[in-house]
């Protein structure tokens, strides 16, 4: 987690040009099949984003599997919000969490998210 941390602050710091906002967000997905609860996982993130709308958290994942112990792994995301018009906006993410604690790349479960906003 220091990692990640010290990754976010970094860029913060490289990045004088952009004014942004610090803030935290905890989020959880869990998993049901056929109507049975299966797994969890937790983020717990510190994050910041930039006034340009690109955005980098990161922080500890409980992973909770229906029947084991729960699990710490570290999790983070970067991504980006644009607005297109004053009704529409595109966004794009990457996360990645880790399997064992590890950050070796040929391990790391990373995944994308891409989505457009309609304001009515």
Request: charged share 20%.
């Amino acid at each position: 987690m220091k990692t990640i941390i010290a990754a976010g602050a970094l860029l913060a710091i490289s990045s004088p040009a952009y004014a942004g906002t610090p803030y935290g967000n905890v989020e959880s997905n869990a998993a049901w099949t056929g109507g049975d609860y299966t797994s969890a996982v937790t983020e717990v993130h510190a994050g910041y984003e930039f006034d340009n709308g690109v955005y980098v958290q990161g922080g500890p994942a409980f992973v909770s599997v229906d029947g084991e112990d729960l699990e710490t792994e570290y999790s983070g995301k970067v991504g980006v919000v644009a607005d297109v018009s004053e009704s529409l906006e595109v966004y794009g993410e990457v996360g990645f969490i880790t399997e064992d604690q590890s950050f070796d790349t040929s391990e790391l479960n990373v995944a994308t998210k891409v989505g457009v906003t309609y304001r009515f």
